[in-house]
Structure formats: structure tokens, C-alpha cells
């Protein structure tokens, strides 16, 4: 039963599913400023592709000018940097806190606004 409960656990943080889901418009926008190797950049896609919830994921990989933005616009240099609507949450762990806090669903349903 632990190794089950683990398991569905890792696959819900790696984003998968044994079924297939379209991703679902949010009342909010997620975006995502990411690089493709990036663990947590993984980790974070993995979480919001487990939602069904449909984001845009910006590659800084190669593209100094998008890693520029990225920088003006949160004052981080690291990846991932998340935004949900206008709100800059931060990074992989920010958005796992406010999913573990039971906060993410409301923010990106414009619940708690």
C-alpha cells in the first residue's frame, strides 16, 4: 500500500498519468519561463501538466533576449520563474508549497483574488 501511495506520488510530481487529458484554459494565465533540462523546470511542468491545466512555457535555453525578460520581469536569474495571472510566484518550490498549502487551485481559478 506505501509503495503504491509513493509511487502515485512520483508520478503526479513527474507529470503522469495512465490517462490521457487535454489541457484545460484556466480563468488564469500560468506562465512559465523554463529551460528544457532543468529538474525543477521538469518538476514544475510535471505538477501543472497533473492538473490538466494548460500554461506557457517559455524557453530562456538559447534565447538571451527571452532570459533577459525574464530577468527584468522577476528580478531572478534562476528557472523556472512562474507567474499566475499578473502575480509573480517564484519558482518550482514556491508553486509546490502552494499546491501542499491547498492554494495553487484557487490562485489559478482567480478564487482568492
Not at 512520483?10 to 490517462?19: E, F, H, Q, T, V
Not at 512559465?32 to 491545466?53: E, N, Q
Request: some cysteine; aromatic content about 8%.
Amino acid at each position: 500500500m506505501v509503495i503504491k501511495e509513493i509511487k502515485e506520488i512520483k508520478d503526479k510530481i513527474l507529470g503522469r498519468s495512465d490517462k490521457l487529458t487535454v489541457p484545460a484554459a484556466t480563468p488564469q494565465p500560468i506562465v512559465m519561463y523554463t529551460t528544457r533540462f532543468c529538474p525543477y523546470c521538469i518538476r514544475a511542468r510535471g505538477l501543472l501538466r497533473s492538473k490538466g491545466w494548460d500554461f506557457q512555457d517559455i524557453p530562456v535555453d538559447t534565447d538571451q533576449g527571452l532570459r533577459s525578460e525574464m530577468m527584468k520581469k522577476s528580478g531572478q536569474h534562476t528557472v523556472p520563474q512562474i507567474w499566475i495571472g499578473d502575480q509573480h510566484i517564484g519558482g518550482c518550490d514556491e508553486l509546490f508549497g502552494l499546491e501542499f498549502g491547498n492554494q495553487l487551485e484557487a490562485m489559478v481559478m482567480g478564487e482568492n483574488q
